[in-house]
């Protein structure tokens, strides 16, 4: 009788997750679900021999990965093409047309979020894999099996491949960012980089709280089921108890194809979650095997992807901010806009001169936009859209954190703090050392720094090494694993490579490809202190500027003392990094669009660690281009210049072998 119970429970429970998660419907209260729910738990406490993975109790995670293990997509998983403008799509559907005749077209929203593949065997779910490099993805099933929409079981026991996008609605991003400002977390700039973050927690009871949900879009080996169009195939998985998007249509002509593109381009800003574009398929599946692949992408699909969005708004105020070398920031305070995924109300403004070539004025309004579709910025002011209540802006001449003189070089567009006992420049400067691209103290952001200078606990780099778990219970929020934890993280900083040093050092003119240059000339710190400008004019991204800065830095009584206090300490100078001899020495390279599962700096690393220069805009100079998913700009100009093109996906296929 408790055997049937139990089964009877799962039945009705997985009924009603799909009443409410895929159909936003539901036959019980809140309260009737949470009885039904109890009563499943305490069931399976009491017959644990009954106990099933796959039981709907099991939704809230709490398996534990030590890591995600590699798993070769049976098919390969590949992304689309891309088109930008409706001369591209016409062309897409010409070249199929004049060879094949009128056909019909399936349009659906692009969803920005994380392509994903589960496979169910005998009906109940199996396992499922991320796209990785469109041949080896990895294994994320304890954390997508806690996504509610879901089914864990269905009505079909032959094996079959459902691939899809989980993605994180944005009412879910908005929530998590809240708690984790209030955490003194780091916000996620985006809902796409959200679900990618939370599917690859170790922790599945930490994806499961994330909101994260998905939709379904393609079925393979459709075929086999006796299914002959793509259209077919999705109505068939909805009743299977798959999500599928309801913006999804059927089209034959190529002007009744972009005006369904640009009424769902209308949707965009209103819809609970983020797409970056529409998606076209040939829907005969006959016809979509016959079209077959390129080596990167289908030829019976291709994605239109939306313009750069520009977008007005009130620019409410303008102020400064000071960086850990001085330098001032002018920056404007918006009213908030959303923009490519996120809410925007703040945009850098450069400097005076910006302000006044482009007449912005408080209280005007702007267009504003995302710069490479990250960085946001401001276009223009429209100034046929004033009032009256516009203020021009007067640059300050002294600076808001320490009220010391504000001064500009005739060479330079900057103005700059020139007090070096500025509390901005202190936090900044401790902040840039514990970032991730630095020494990456996790858990040392710029609040906790805040708190810890404003305490008297640090204002030097090396105070950050002589902290005690005391001084940490001092601030608000501070318990004892977060104690615990970053802690260890100033102990592990200890071992970082030279470079990472140098790095948070802050010396002018060294950033991070110069720091890594300069750790493989010199190997260790002792060699890179007593160089001489010449020998630090012979290393790559050392010039005049640079070699003078570095060499004054180390001149620098002070400069001096606290290296002398790091060392003492037990941090680590000397390098780690190793030089691979590759194709790619003395290449330059530029990387843009999104990789799955590595950061832009993170590609630019791998290069630059087999002899590549690594640079940040596409020119007659650049050598190579890695262009992954959401390109923009860079990938059209390496297209016209006629400058070789890696894509992503072969990109990660170098590096899987």
């Known amino acids: 009788m408790s055997k049937e119970r139990i089964e009877t429970l799962r039945k009705l429970l997985n009924r009603f997750n799909n009443e409410y998660y895929v159909h936003n419907a539901s036959t019980v209260s809140d309260q009737e679900y949470d009885r039904y729910m109890q009563e499943l738990i305490s069931l399976e406490t009491l017959y644990p021999e009954y106990d099933d993975v796959l039981s709907p109790s099991h939704r809230v995670g709490g398996g534990i990965s030590e890591s995600f293990t590699k798993i070769k997509h049976k098919r390969q998983m590949l992304s689309l093409g ?48 991320t ?64 679900a990618a973050g939370s599917i690859r927690q170790l922790d599945s009871s930490i994806a499961s709280q994330r909101g994260l949900d998905a939709f379904w879009y393609y079925w393979v080996d459709a075929e086999n089921f006796g299914l002959k169009s793509h259209s077919l195939a999705l109505k068939k998985l909805s009743s299977l108890g798959f999500k599928i998007n309801p913006y999804t249509k059927v089209v034959s002509s190529k002007e009744a194809l972009w005006a369904l593109i640009l009424e769902f381009t209308e949707l965009r800003n209103n819809l609970p979650y983020e797409i970056d574009g529409i998606v076209i398929k040939v829907d005969e599946l006959s016809l979509q095997k016959r079209l077959g692949f390129t080596s990167k992408t289908p ?55 910006f302000i006044s070539s482009k007449d912005i004025r408080i209280n005007d309004k702007v267009i504003v936009r995302k710069a490479g579709e990250i ?38 567009a900057a103005h700059y703090c020139i007090n070096v006992s500025c509390p901005s420049r202190i936090t900044e400067a401790l902040a840039h ?58 102990q592990d900083s200890k071992s970082n490579s030279l470079e990472k040093l140098l790095t948070g050092l802050g010396i002018r003119q060294v950033g991070e490809k110069a720091a890594k240059t300069l750790t493989l000339k010199f190997k260790n710190l002792e060699n890179l202190r007593k160089a001489s400008i010449d020998e630090l004019k012979s290393t790559q991204d050392v010039g005049d500027i640079t070699a003078t800065q570095i060499r004054a830095y180390f001149n620098e009584d002070h400069n001096a003392q606290l290296l002398n206090n790091l060392i003492a300490l037990g941090l680590n100078t000397e390098s780690k990094l190793t030089q691979v001899a590759s194709q790619y020495q003395g290449l330059t390279i530029v990387v843009t669009g999104s990789i799955e599962g590595y950061t832009r700096q993170e590609v630019e690393a791998w290069f630059e660690e087999r002899g590549a220069k690594a640079a940040g805009s596409v020119s007659k100079l ?16 390496a297209k016209e210049l006629n400058i070789p093109i890696l894509s992503g996906l072969d990109w990660l296929k170098e590096v899987n072998s």
């Open 82 to 129: 891309n088109v930008y403008n409706q001369s591209e799509v016409y062309d897409f559907v010409d070249k199929i047309q004049n060879e094949y005749g009128k056909i019909d077209f399936c349009v659906e929203l692009k969803i920005d979020g994380l392509a994903m593949s589960v496979e169910y065997q005998a009906g109940r779910f199996h396992h499922a894999v």
């Open 131 to 194: 796209r990785g490099d469109g041949e080896i993805g990895e294994d994320v099933s304890l954390n997508v099996k806690t996504i509610r929409s879901l089914p864990l079981e269905i009505n079909e026991t032959q094996e079959i491949e459902i691939r899809g996008e989980v993605y994180m609605p944005k009412a879910s991003l908005e929530s998590l960012n809240k708690e984790r400002l209030r955490n003194q977390e780091e916000p996620f700039a985006n809902p796409r980089n959200a």
């Open 299 to 353: 030829r019976w699909a291709v994605a239109y992807k939306f313009p750069a969005q520009e977008v007005s708004t009130k620019l409410l105020d303008i102020f400064i901010t000071v960086g850990r070398t001085g330098k001032i920031t002018p920056n404007a305070a918006l009213e908030p806009v959303r923009i490519a995924g996120t809410s925007v109300a703040f945009a850098q403004l450069h400097n005076e001169d």
């Open 375 to 412: 960085i946001p910025e401001v276009v223009s002011s429209l100034s046929d859209a004033r009032d009256g209540s516009q203020v021009s802006y007067v640059f300050p001449k002294i600076c808001p954190s320490c009220g010391g003189p504000l001064v500009r070089d005739e060479d330079e």
């Open 433 to 490: 050392f514990s970032s991730r691209l630095a020494m990456n103290i996790d858990g040392l952001g710029i609040k906790t720094i805040q708190s810890l200078y404003e305490a008297k606990l640090i204002d030097s780099i090396d105070d950050i090494y002589t902290l005690k778990a005391d001084d940490l219970f001092k601030l608000p929020g501070f318990k004892e694993k977060s104690v615990v934890n970053l802690l260890q993280a100033i």
């Open 622 to 637: 650049t050598s190579l281009v890695i262009v992954g998913e959401n390109a923009g700009s860079k990938a059209d100009k």
